[in-house]
């Protein structure tokens, strides 16, 4: 089978057509201030946009889909959910049907503020005081084990860990920065 259309061969009128077409293409290529100022919108489909800082809230995006951590408990919880009036200029993000009507969004994500002071202090407890909590459990289990081997006439050595522990956690503040 040799047949001379199977042969690979540059083709005279293809290969102009590709030295037509490389200034046309080279032409539609992003420049580098194009893609920084893209990375600069933040708003790309994968992605939610940054939301601007109001004074005195802790902004945030919020999912409709996690049925343990539902909107409505969030709600409960002292979040309030933005609207256009919030954020002037956000109009485009404005859901036009459904239960959050009404509420900047995008796809089951929904913009929300809450308060910096309650911020402040929910980030204190998940971020502070529960893990302070679970360094007393440790330490205490470590406490029981040293007493149980000092019965039995063997001693446990702590590590830099277990000291660590022992000194406790500083106390974090929770800024927007």
């Not at 077409?21 to 489909?45: C, G, I, K, N, W």
């Not at 933005?82 to 109009?91: A, F, I, N, Q, S």
């Not at 993000?93 to 796809?107: H, Q």
Request: net charge negative; proline share 6%.
């Amino acid at each position: 089978m040799n047949d001379e259309r199977l042969k690979k061969s540059i083709d005279p009128a293809r290969q102009s057509r590709r030295a037509e077409d490389r200034p046309a293409t080279e032409e539609r290529q992003l420049s580098d201030d194009d893609r920084v100022e893209m990375f600069r919108q933040q708003f790309f489909q994968d992605a939610l946009p940054d939301l601007p800082r109001i004074p005195g809230y802790h902004l945030c995006w919020l999912t409709t889909a996690n049925p343990r951590d539902s909107i409505q408990q969030r709600i409960r919880l002292g979040y309030e959910l933005l609207r256009t009036e919030d954020l002037p200029g956000w109009d485009y993000l404005s859901l036009k049907t459904g239960e959050w009507a009404g509420f900047i969004g995008v796809n089951e994500m929904l913009a929300a503020k809450l308060p910096m002071a309650l911020y402040q202090r929910f980030m204190h407890e998940a971020h502070h005081a529960a893990p302070l909590g679970e360094d007393e459990k440790l330490t205490s289990m470590n406490d029981n084990l040293q007493e149980e081997a000092e019965r039995h006439g063997g001693r446990l050595i702590e590590g830099d860990g277990m000291k660590a522990l022992r000194e406790g956690p500083r106390v974090g503040v929770f800024d927007e920065a």
